[in-house]
Nanobody, 121 residues
Framework: VQLQASGGGLVQAGGSLRLSCATSGRTFSSYAVGWFRQAPGKEREFAAAINWNGRSTSYADSVKGRFTISRDNAKNTVYLQMNSLKPEDTAVYYC???????????????WGQGTLVTVSS
């Protein structure tokens, strides 16, 4: 499964961005998808995850109430809507997928290349 993350960019604090994670050539509907992020000099950390049918989601405490993960299986795409962005949200955001269940740890089998989100103060 090849994943393509997109939608990153530069935004001011308090602004919003929507990230997309898409796959082509293979149906996404049986995969759980997670979003992780890695800030400069820090370890990769969990942000949000969604199960295969979108009925179960999980969020890190640091993004809860500000980020929303969703999916459109007809479009083979998972989204991460990020609102009320803070400078500490600055990171490279990665999406990952697996058929083995939804995890908050990086126990995913397939990873996208990452998209950079920069939040200015």
């Amino acid at each position: 499964v090849q994943l393509q993350a997109s939608g990153g960019g530069l935004v001011q604090a308090g602004g919003s961005l929507r990230l997309s994670c898409a796959t082509s050539g293979r149906t996404f509907s049986s995969y759980a998808v997670g979003w992780f992020r890695q800030a400069p000099g820090k370890e990769r950390e969990f942000a949000a995850a969604i199960n295969w049918n979108g009925r179960s989601t999980s969020y890190a405490d640091s993004v809860k109430g500000r980020f929303t993960i969703s999916r459109d299986n007809a479009k083979n795409t998972v989204y991460l809507q990020m609102n009320s962005l803070k400078p500490e949200d600055t990171a490279v955001y990665y999406c990952a997928a697996t058929q083995r269940g939804m995890f908050t740890s990086p126990s995913y089998d397939y990873w996208g290349q990452g998209t950079l989100v920069t939040v200015s103060s």
